[in-house]
């Protein structure tokens, strides 16, 4: 349910982000919490560079948000590797954030949450 849920956002998000006024923005400032030690952390990651947080990195591929004379929103394409993964570094999340909507695609990881509090310009 939660997945056709992020599928509908991201084509409403995505597809029609130049019909519905959404503008591309540089900079992605999100929330991280080390659930661990309780430690909140504000990133501010350029589009296309790199971020570290712990064993995370996070890649912002886009971040649109809205006009300032609409309702404030934003959302995120980011992927999200960790270094401790199975896996080597692949992938453990791969898709849209949205900072109005933070519970319907987000980061499933034991140790670390990420949440996107705005797109903006640098």
Not at 9 to 17: F, H, R, V
Request: proline share 7%; glycine share 6%.
């Amino acid at each position: 349910m939660r997945a056709l849920a992020a599928i509908l956002l991201l084509t409403a998000a995505g597809g029609a982000a130049a019909q519905q006024g959404w503008v591309a923005q540089r900079v992605a400032e999100l929330q991280a919490l080390d659930k661990v030690t309780a430690r909140v952390t504000t990133l501010r990651v350029p589009v296309n560079a790199p971020a570290q947080f712990g064993s995370l990195t996070i890649t912002v591929r886009a971040c649109n948000a809205r006009p300032p004379d609409e309702v404030p929103d934003s959302a995120a394409w980011m992927e999200i590797a960790d270094s401790r993964a199975p896996a080597n570094g692949a992938a453990v999340f791969r898709g849209w954030m949205f900072a109005n909507a933070p519970g319907v695609n987000m980061l499933q990881h034991p140790v670390y949450d990420i949440r996107v509090m705005e797109c903006r310009a640098p």
